[in-house]
C-alpha cells in the first residue's frame, strides 16, 4: 500500500495541471497570434519609430532615429530587446512582431506566477487566460513593434513583486518591483505613474499596520523612480540634443484636463467598453468586497480616471490608459473569480452560471476583436514586402512614408517626419500613398509639396490599392539607370 500511494503521488507530481493550463495557454496564444502576423495589421508608425534606433544599433550607428528628428530611442528597452533579437534571427518587419510575440509568452508565464501567488483554483485560471487571450487590447499589443510589448510584461512582472510584497514585506521582493518600475518606465514613461500609484497603496498599508520599519524599503522605487527621470533628460540630451521631449515632463495642463477626460472616457469606456466597463464594475466590487486585493483594484480606479488629467496636454495620448487598466483589472479579475467560485456558499448552479457568463464574455470579445481585423484590413504587407524588395535596390535615397520604411530597412530614406533643415532636391526613388497625401496631420506639407511639384522627373514603376495604405505609387528617377 506504501509503494502504490507513493505511486500515485508521483504521478500527481508529474501531471501537474497548472503546468498543463499554462502550457495550453501558450498553444493558443502562439496559433491565435502567428498565423496573421505580418498580415492582419498595416504597420504603425510607431512600429517604424521603434524599430528604427534597434536597426541602427545593430548596424553601428548608435542608439538613433534616423527616420525623425528625434523619438523612439530614449524609451530604450524595447528597441534593446528587438535588436537582440534580430541579431540573432535577422533584420526584417517579421522578425522585430515575432520579439513582440515572445513578450506575449513571457507575459503568460508571469500571468501564471501571478495566479500562484492568488491561489487560483483550475477554473480560475482556465477563465483568467481565457480573457487575457480574448480581449482586443492584448491581441493589439503582442502584434505589433510598439513599446507595449514591453511594457506589458515589466508592468505585470511589478505587479508581481508588489502582490508578494504586500504579504512578505522583504526586500527581495521590493528589489524586484524596483527594477520593475525602472524596466517598465522606460519601455514607456506612462508606466512611471501607474508604480506612483502602486508605492502609495503599499505605503498605505505599511501605516495602517503599523510595519515602520518597512518604511524604509520604499527607498529602493523612489530610486528607481528617479533613475528612470534621470535617464530620459540624459538621453534627450545626449541622444536627441533635446530636454522637452522625455515623456514624463511637460506634459500637465489645467486647461486642457477637461477636454482630456472626454477624450480618455471615449477611449477606454466607449470604443473598448465591452470589457473596460466590465473590468471597471469587477473592480468596484472588489474594492467593496475583498480586503486583500482592494489596494490593487483601487489604483485600477483611480489611475484610469486621474491619467488624463496628469497627461492633459498630450491629447492624442491620453487614451493609453487603457493597457495600463486592463493589465491591473486582469490580475483583479483572476482573484475575484477564484474567490467566487471557491466561496463556500456558492452553489453548483451558480458555478456554473459564472463560468457560462464569463466564458460568453471572453467568446464575444475574441469574435468582436478579429471580425474587426478581417473585415478592416487584408493580405498586404508580405506582399508589399516581397514587391518593394523586388523593385527598389539597397542604399538608394527614398522619400516616403515612415510606415514604410520596415519594407526596405537597407535603403536611405527621407520620410516625411524627418523634418530636417536640409531637404534632398533628388531622390532615387519615392513610394507616395494616397491615404497619406491626405492624411496632413502626419506630412510636412512643404516636403511634401517639394516632392509634387518635381514628380514630372520620375516614371511610375509602381501601383496597387490596399485597403490598409490606400493606392500606393512607386516613382523611379529618369537618371536612375536600371
Known amino acids: 500500500m506504501k509503494g502504490l500511494n507513493q505511486t500515485k503521488n508521483t504521478s500527481k507530481q508529474i501531471f501537474n495541471w497548472n503546468v498543463c493550463l499554462l502550457l495550453l495557454a501558450l498553444l493558443i496564444f502562439a496559433l491565435n497570434q502567428l498565423p496573421f502576423l505580418l498580415d492582419i495589421r498595416p504597420i504603425k508608425y510607431d512600429e517604424a519609430w521603434y524599430l528604427n534606433p534597434a536597426y541602427n544599433l545593430l548596424n553601428g550607428n548608435g542608439l538613433v532615429n534616423d527616420l525623425v528628428g528625434s523619438g523612439g530611442n530614449v524609451n530604450y528597452i524595447g528597441p534593446m530587446l528587438l535588436a537582440g533579437v534580430m541579431a540573432l534571427?535577422?533584420?526584417?518587419?517579421?522578425?522585430?512582431?515575432?520579439?513582440?510575440?515572445?513578450?506575449?509568452?513571457?507575459?503568460?508565464?508571469?500571468?501564471?506566477?501571478?495566479?500562484?501567488?492568488?491561489?487560483?483554483?483550475?477554473?480560475?485560471?482556465?477563465?483568467?487566460?481565457?480573457?487575457?487571450?480574448?480581449?482586443?487590447?492584448?491581441?493589439?499589443?503582442?502584434r505589433n513593434v510598439r513599446p507595449e510589448f514591453?511594457?506589458?510584461?515589466?508592468?505585470?512582472?511589478?505587479?508581481?513583486?508588489?502582490?508578494?510584497?504586500?504579504?512578505?514585506?522583504?526586500?527581495?521582493?521590493?528589489?524586484?518591483?524596483?527594477?520593475?518600475?525602472?524596466?517598465?518606465?522606460?519601455?514607456?514613461?506612462?508606466?512611471?505613474?501607474?508604480?506612483?500609484?502602486?508605492?502609495?497603496?503599499?505605503?498605505?498599508?505599511?501605516?495602517?499596520?503599523?510595519?515602520?520599519?518597512?518604511?524604509?524599503?520604499?527607498?529602493?522605487?523612489?530610486?528607481s523612480a528617479a533613475l528612470v527621470v534621470i535617464t530620459m533628460i540624459y538621453l534627450n540630451k545626449f541622444l536627441n540634443d533635446a530636454t522637452d521631449s522625455s515623456g514624463i515632463m511637460h506634459r500637465f495642463s489645467v486647461e486642457n484636463a477637461l477636454e482630456a477626460m472626454c477624450i480618455s472616457m471615449k477611449s477606454v469606456f466607449v470604443r473598448h467598453g465591452v470589457y473596460t466597463i466590465p473590468f471597471l464594475l469587477v473592480?468596484?466590487?472588489?474594492?467593496?468586497?475583498?480586503?486583500?486585493?482592494?489596494?490593487?483594484?483601487?489604483?485600477?480606479?483611480?489611475?484610469?480616471?486621474?491619467?488624463?488629467?496628469?497627461?492633459?496636454?498630450?491629447?492624442?495620448?491620453?487614451?493609453?490608459?487603457?493597457?495600463?487598466?486592463?493589465?491591473?483589472?486582469?490580475?483583479?479579475?483572476?482573484?475575484?473569480?477564484?474567490?467566487?467560485?471557491?466561496?463556500?456558499k456558492i452553489t453548483y448552479k451558480q458555478q456554473i452560471l459564472t463560468l457560462c457568463c464569463i466564458s460568453l464574455f471572453c467568446l464575444g470579445n475574441y469574435v468582436l476583436s478579429m471580425g474587426y481585423n478581417f473585415h478592416r484590413y487584408e493580405k498586404c504587407n508580405?506582399?508589399?514586402?516581397?514587391?518593394?524588395?523586388?523593385?527598389?535596390?539597397?542604399?538608394?535615397?527614398?522619400?516616403?512614408?515612415?510606415?514604410?520604411?520596415?519594407?526596405?530597412?537597407?535603403?536611405?530614406?527621407?520620410?516625411?517626419?524627418?523634418?530636417?533643415?536640409?531637404?534632398?532636391?533628388?531622390?532615387?526613388?519615392?513610394?507616395?500613398?494616397?491615404?497619406?497625401?491626405?492624411?496632413?496631420?502626419?506630412?510636412?506639407?512643404?516636403?511634401?509639396?517639394?516632392?509634387?511639384?518635381?514628380?514630372?522627373?520620375?516614371d511610375k514603376v509602381y501601383v496597387r490599392e490596399s485597403k490598409q495604405y490606400g493606392l500606393i505609387s512607386i516613382y523611379k528617377h529618369k537618371n536612375i539607370i536600371k
Open 89 to 142: 534571427f535577422g533584420q526584417s518587419l517579421l522578425v522585430a512582431r515575432l520579439t513582440a510575440v515572445f513578450c506575449g509568452f513571457v507575459a503568460i508565464l508571469v500571468l501564471h506566477l501571478i495566479l500562484n501567488e492568488l491561489n487560483a483554483d483550475r477554473r480560475a485560471r482556465i477563465l483568467t487566460f481565457a480573457i487575457f487571450l480574448s480581449i482586443t487590447i492584448i491581441n493589439s499589443v503582442f
Open 150 to 223: 514591453a511594457v506589458a510584461i515589466f508592468v505585470l512582472i511589478g505587479l508581481l513583486f508588489a502582490i508578494r510584497y504586500s504579504r512578505t514585506h522583504t526586500w527581495l521582493d521590493m528589489a524586484g518591483l524596483s527594477i520593475s518600475i525602472y524596466l517598465a518606465s522606460c519601455s514607456h514613461p506612462f508606466s512611471l505613474y501607474l508604480f506612483a500609484l502602486v508605492g502609495c497603496a503599499l505605503l498605505w498599508k505599511i501605516i495602517q499596520n503599523k510595519e515602520w520599519k518597512c518604511i524604509y524599503q520604499l527607498i529602493l522605487p523612489i530610486l
Open 382 to 458: 508580405s506582399i508589399l514586402a516581397t514587391e518593394i524588395d523586388a523593385i527598389i535596390p539597397d542604399d538608394v535615397l527614398i522619400f516616403g512614408s515612415i510606415r514604410f520604411w520596415p519594407f526596405k530597412m537597407h535603403a536611405r530614406w527621407f520620410c516625411e517626419m524627418n523634418r530636417k533643415n536640409e531637404v534632398p532636391n533628388v531622390y532615387d526613388y519615392l513610394i507616395i500613398s494616397s491615404q497619406d497625401i491626405s492624411s496632413q496631420d502626419e506630412l510636412n506639407p512643404k516636403i511634401l509639396k517639394n516632392v509634387l511639384e518635381t514628380i514630372e522627373n520620375y
Open 283 to 344: 473592480n468596484v466590487f472588489s474594492v467593496v468586497k475583498y480586503k486583500e486585493i482592494r489596494w490593487l483594484a483601487s489604483i485600477n480606479i483611480i489611475f484610469v480616471f486621474t491619467f488624463p488629467i496628469v497627461f492633459s496636454s498630450d491629447l492624442h495620448m491620453v487614451g493609453n490608459s487603457i493597457l495600463y487598466f486592463s493589465l491591473g483589472s486582469l490580475v483583479v479579475c483572476g482573484y475575484a473569480i477564484n474567490q467566487i467560485l471557491c466561496h463556500a
